[in-house]
T-cell receptor, first 115, second 114 residues
Framework: GESVGLHLPTLSVQEGDNSIINCAYS??????FIWYKQESGKGPQFIID?????DKRQGQRVTVLLNKTVKHLSLQIAATQPGDSAVYFCAELPQGSGGYQKVTFGTGTKLQVIP | SAVISQKPSRDICQRGTSLTIQCQVDSQVTMMFWYRQQPGQSLTLIAT?????????ESGFVIDKFPISRPNLTFSTLTVSNMSPEDSSIYLC???????????FGSGTRLTVV
């Protein structure tokens, strides 16, 4: 299908290597952060999240790091596989009293895994 | 998490016409949203679909261009009205249950206006 990553920054990684995708967020009041993966022709898929009271959270093969001092978020993928090829978006939500808060998406990074 | 069915998955439309996109969720959800993703870009929130009341639009989006319905807690529609080639985008439905911050997305509708 048609790629959504035509104009996005691209990270090329050899299969088996670790990938690090970075994101600078804009709102110092953001309280909650999510990484999404979007494969070609599909909607974004939730990968992992982290709250602002944490600086690291691990999932299966993925780790998210949060540096609130410099408003920086990163997604680390261990032992990158061809199936990891996709566009990755970070998203931020501001603090709130509960219920819905507006999600703001970052610009996205296209990950290309080289077999 | 909720399962979202979005229709149509893609369409090619003539300029000046309108297209209605449907979003059906397999469970009741508190919040439903509509996003636009232009080619090679990130997602932009169009509006929040409110059940039983008018949708809440983001800056740059208006009801006359993007009328939204939400008759119940499992269904919403987005209409792209009087289309022009600039409306060619992927339109995505997203939902969130109360206190569920893992927002779920449909597979999107790929719209091409010619």
């Amino acid at each position: 299908g048609e790629s959504v990553g035509l104009h996005l920054p691209t990270l090329s990684v050899q299969e088996g290597d670790n990938s690090i995708i970075n994101c600078a967020y804009s709102n110092s009041a953001s309280d909650y952060f999510i990484w999404y993966k979007q494969e070609s022709g599909k909607g974004p898929q939730f990968i992992i999240d982290i709250r602002s009271n944490m600086d690291k959270r691990q999932g299966q093969r993925v780790t998210v790091l949060l540096n609130k001092t410099v408003k920086h978020l990163s997604l680390q993928i261990a032992a990158t596989q061809p199936g990891d090829s996709a566009v990755y978006f970070c998203a931020e939500l501001p603090q709130g009293s509960g219920g819905y808060q507006k999600v703001t998406f970052g610009t996205g990074t296209k990950l290309q895994v080289i077999p | 998490s909720a399962v979202i069915s979005q229709k149509p998955s893609r369409d090619i439309c003539q300029r000046g016409t309108s297209l209605t996109i449907q979003c059906q969720v397999d469970s009741q959800v508190t919040m439903m949203f509509w996003y636009r993703q232009q080619p090679g870009q990130s997602l932009t929130l169009i509006a929040t679909a409110n059940q039983g009341s008018e949708a809440t639009y983001e800056s740059g989006f208006v009801i006359d261009k993007f009328p939204i319905s939400r008759p119940n807690l499992t269904f919403s529609t987005l209409t792209v009205s009087n289309m022009s080639p600039e409306d060619s985008s992927i339109y995505l439905c997203s939902v969130s249950g109360q206190l569920n911050y893992g927002y779920t997305f449909g597979s999107g509708t790929r719209l091409t206006v010619v």
